[in-house]
């Protein structure tokens, strides 16, 4: 590099490209061994210096312009929200205990688990129960897809005799704790359909099912119970979670609580934020737009966007929401 120059790229004032040359590396200094070479920072660490420094314009990455009016204050919130933005939802599995519930015709152990978001104290911690058989039948539905990636991950052996020892449960809780942590830790496992149904399936189908059977306020309870969790799971494509929420407004609306059916379009609108298309927009758009009337709140955007959505996708069928989400869960 001994007198040589390198071209190094800023912007200037007028947002156009300027150059200007690396000063020529000293003949004395001493090179630097690899050992001693700084560790390369993440892409993203990348970015957020080359922006703070000048070398690209912060709206290449969607940060403020730099003619941007925010305050000090809300620079600072907004580069707040942007550090939660990058850190990944992490969630830690407990199989806190286990209890062993007689039928008539069968006899098995009920596994307890226990979901919590790490990073923070978790208020919605949730709370489910399993049984072996579920375990397994996530096993082989996993196994149809993702048999590379899981391949190297022990799965608890069915015994014919003792499964109901004290020993054997106790040592099935932590072989199941670890399962589940070591599929949470592959990418692809944790987002799959499989994976996040064995979590929520259960619970969403007990809740849908008391739905359609006019039991709103007990659908309310479960919904309450695994919306939180199903939103965790489901970070890398929220409108996953858009049934859910409209259920809860749907149940709100019937029980009359008018305010808290609004909350809940208000999350599952978000949710389908540049999904105009989505089956569920139109609808959804239809049944906030009769609650902002009936609670004197600002209707007319919503009438607007209602009916740009019918002129750039006109629905044959007419469903509305309640029609839509009793379809849900049916299996």
Same mark, same amino acid.
């Given at each position: 590099?001994?007198?040589?120059?390198?071209?190094? $790229?800023?912007?200037?004032?007028?947002?156009?490209?300027?150059?200007?040359?690396?000063?020529? @590396?000293?003949?004395?200094?001493?090179?630097?061994? %690899?050992?001693?070479?700084?560790?390369?920072?993440?892409?993203?660490?990348? &970015?957020? @210096?080359?922006?703070?420094?000048?070398?690209?314009?912060?709206?290449?990455?969607?940060?403020?312009?730099?003619?941007?009016?925010?305050?000090?204050?809300?620079?600072?919130?907004?580069?707040?929200?942007?550090?939660?933005?990058?850190? #990944?939802?992490?969630?830690?599995?407990?199989?806190?205990?286990?209890?062993?519930?007689?039928?008539?015709?069968?006899?098995?152990?009920? /596994? +307890?688990? @226990?979901?919590?978001?790490?990073?923070?104290?978790?208020?919605?911690?949730?709370?489910?129960?399993?049984? *072996?058989?579920?375990?397994?039948?996530?096993?082989?539905?996993?196994?149809?897809?993702?048999?590379?990636?899981?391949?190297?991950?022990?799965?608890?052996?069915? $015994?014919?005799?003792?499964?109901?020892?004290?020993?054997?449960?106790?040592?099935?809780?932590?072989?199941? +704790?670890? /399962?589940?942590?070591?599929?949470?830790?592959?990418?692809?496992?944790?987002?799959?359909?499989?994976?996040? &149904?064995?979590?929520?399936?259960?619970?969403?189908?007990?809740?849908?099912?008391?739905?359609?059977?006019?039991? /709103?306020?007990?659908? =309310? &309870?479960?919904?309450?119970?695994?919306?939180?969790? +199903?939103?965790?799971?489901?970070?890398?494509?929220?409108?996953?979670? @858009? %049934?859910?929420?409209?259920?809860? =407004?749907?149940? $709100?609306?019937?029980?009359?609580?008018?305010?808290?059916?609004?909350?809940?379009?208000?999350?599952?609108?978000?949710?389908?934020?540049?999904?105009?298309?989505? #089956? *569920?927009?139109?609808?959804?758009?239809?049944?906030?737009?009769?609650?902002? *009337?009936?609670?004197?709140?600002?209707?007319?955007?919503?009438?607007?966007?209602?009916?740009?959505?019918?002129?750039?996708?006109?629905?044959?069928?007419?469903?509305?929401?309640?029609?839509?989400?009793?379809?849900?869960? =049916? *299996?």
């Amino acid at each position: 590099m001994d007198g040589t120059h390198s071209q190094v $790229h800023g912007w200037d004032q007028a947002g156009s490209i300027s150059r200007w040359p690396r000063p020529p @590396v000293s003949r004395t200094r001493r090179a630097l061994r %690899p050992s001693h070479l700084p560790r390369p920072l993440s892409p993203k660490c990348t &970015d957020l @210096v080359q922006v703070l420094t000048g070398a690209v314009p912060p709206d290449a990455h969607g940060g403020p312009s730099p003619n941007s009016s925010m305050t000090t204050g809300e620079l600072q919130e907004y580069w707040r929200k942007e550090k939660r933005c990058w850190r #990944r939802v992490k969630l830690l599995f407990e199989v806190a205990s286990a209890r062993i519930e007689e039928r008539k015709v069968s006899k098995f152990v009920m /596994y +307890q688990i @226990v979901v919590i978001q790490t990073g923070s104290f978790d208020s919605n911690k949730a709370v489910l129960e399993r049984r *072996y058989s579920d375990f397994e039948m996530l096993q082989k539905s996993l196994l149809k897809t993702f048999r590379e990636e899981i391949e190297d991950i022990v799965f608890p052996k069915k $015994h014919l005799m003792g499964n109901f020892t004290e020993e054997m449960i106790s040592e099935r809780k932590l072989a199941f +704790q670890e /399962y589940l942590s070591l599929l949470y830790a592959i990418r692809c496992v944790r987002r799959s359909r499989e994976f996040i &149904d064995f979590l929520t399936r259960p619970e969403l189908r007990e809740a849908f099912g008391c739905l359609r059977g006019g039991q /709103y306020g007990r659908a =309310l &309870d479960i919904l309450v119970r695994v919306v939180p969790l +199903q939103e965790k799971l489901t970070a890398h494509c929220p409108v996953m979670l @858009v %049934p859910a929420l409209c259920a809860m =407004l749907v149940c $709100h609306r019937d029980l009359e609580r008018l305010a808290e059916a609004f909350a809940a379009g208000e999350r599952a609108l978000q949710c389908l934020q540049a999904r105009e298309g989505h #089956r *569920y927009y139109a609808p959804l758009l239809d049944a906030m737009l009769r609650l902002a *009337y009936a609670l004197g709140k600002d209707f007319v955007s919503l009438q607007e966007k209602l009916q740009e959505s019918q002129l750039r996708k006109p629905s044959p069928w007419g469903f509305t929401l309640k029609e839509l989400t009793v379809r849900e869960y =049916l *299996y």
